[in-house]
């Protein structure tokens, strides 16, 4: 079956920093999800990349496919503290046809 | 406002009773989840339901049981054999399966 890893597990930056967080996964990817969480809360949606080579954009968010289909990354242009949370990718690849989840990015900003 | 709600947001638990928790949707998806998730672990997914009256097991099924008698409602029931059960369980849903699925806030439950 599929796995996602991300890196790094953690990452502590300085407000106004940018930041790169990476998923990679064993198999090829047919659609990537993007989500964030905050402590004790429940998922948010933030982007899905489909196509070799896309990109998309939201706020200071950017979030792009790699040619390849097996590694996305996720980068945040002058972080905030608002920006702080878990980021975690998610893809379609589990043995019932679900989403399969990475194990998720901390992301703290210091102010 | 469209959207997934869980509740309670915590519960505490005897050891060697059983507790359900709620998971309500009212954006007409078909599919919806179960969750757990620990820490450093991620998600990992218990049981799913794709239709109304049909759910299958997911990863880590055991001492979990479901029911899908309704499109809106799927609600998880912890059951004493469930060996660990201390976790944050998410619910989520999807209008089928691989595609984006949309979150509730979540239900700590903690085992005193």
């Known amino acids: 079956s599929q796995e996602l890893e991300q890196s790094p597990q953690s990452l502590i930056v300085q407000e106004g920093k940018n930041l790169t967080i990476n998923c990679t996964s064993s198999k090829t990817l047919y659609g990537l999800y993007w989500y964030k969480q905050k402590y004790g809360e429940g998922l948010i949606f933030l982007m899905m990349l489909q196509k070799g080579g896309e990109e998309k954009s939201h706020e200071k968010i950017t979030a792009k496919l790699d040619e390849k289909k097996q590694q996305s990354s996720l980068h945040i242009t002058a972080s905030q503290p608002s920006h702080a949370g878990i980021y975690l990718c998610g893809a379609g690849g589990g043995s019932q046809g679900n989403l399969i989840f990475g194990k998720g990015t901390k992301l703290s900003v210091k102010p | 406002d469209g959207g997934i709600t869980q509740s309670p947001k915590y519960l505490f638990r005897k050891e060697g009773q059983n507790v359900t928790l709620s998971c309500e949707q009212n954006?007409?998806?078909?599919?919806m989840y179960w969750y757990r998730q620990d820490p450093g672990q991620g998600l990992r997914l218990i049981y799913y339901s794709q239709i109304v009256n049909d759910f299958q097991k997911g990863d880590i099924a055991e001492g979990y049981s479901v029911s899908r008698e309704k499109k809106e409602s799927f609600p998880l029931t912890v059951t004493s054999a469930q060996k660990n059960p201390t976790a944050f369980y998410l619910c989520?849903?999807?209008?089928?399966?691989?595609?984006?699925?949309?979150f509730g806030p979540g239900t700590r439950l903690t085992v005193l």
């Open positions: 954006l007409n998806h078909d599919a």
């Open positions: 989520a849903s999807s209008i089928g399966t691989s595609y984006e699925q949309f």
